[in-house]
């Protein structure tokens, strides 16, 4: 599902054709959850998630059609290996790194200031103390 994604994102960047190789590779990822649980008849959850990945596949295969369509007759970008799309493919580091909060300012009356910094910035209480 990441793949189909990634590839939706490359299609709003005007990279036609890494988002063909995201969703050639996706739907091969798809086919193989498939058949692996389909082969797995014991366990009761297992033809639930082949039908969704089979739904899921009939959607990656009308974007598939539409992107290479457009990669055929406008983009005509060249269509990354697996490997290069596999390197592309962010590490999510970045939703672990904490970010300080900063509050928006106020748009209308005036801002109180509980002791802001010497550039007249406004500050709140408790400001930088947050867990």
């Known amino acids: 599902m990441a793949k189909k994604y990634l590839a939706l994102d490359a299609m709003d960047n005007h990279k036609t054709g890494v988002a063909v190789g995201f969703l050639r590779d ?73 970010k300080q909060y900063t509050p928006p300012t106020a748009m209308f009356g005036q801002a109180n200031t509980y002791g802001g910094d010497d550039q007249g910035q406004t500050a709140y209480a408790r400001s930088g103390r947050y867990w």
Do not use: W
């Open 26 to 98: 996706c739907k091969a990822d798809l086919r193989s959850v498939q058949h692996s649980s389909l082969t797995k008849p014991h366990i009761r959850k297992s033809t639930a998630v082949a039908a969704r990945a089979m739904k899921e596949e009939e959607n990656v295969n009308e974007l598939l059609q539409r992107f290479t369509m457009i990669n055929d007759t406008a983009a005509y970008e060249e269509v990354p290996s697996r490997q290069d799309l596999q390197r592309m493919i962010p590490s999510g580091r970045s939703a672990l790194e904490l």
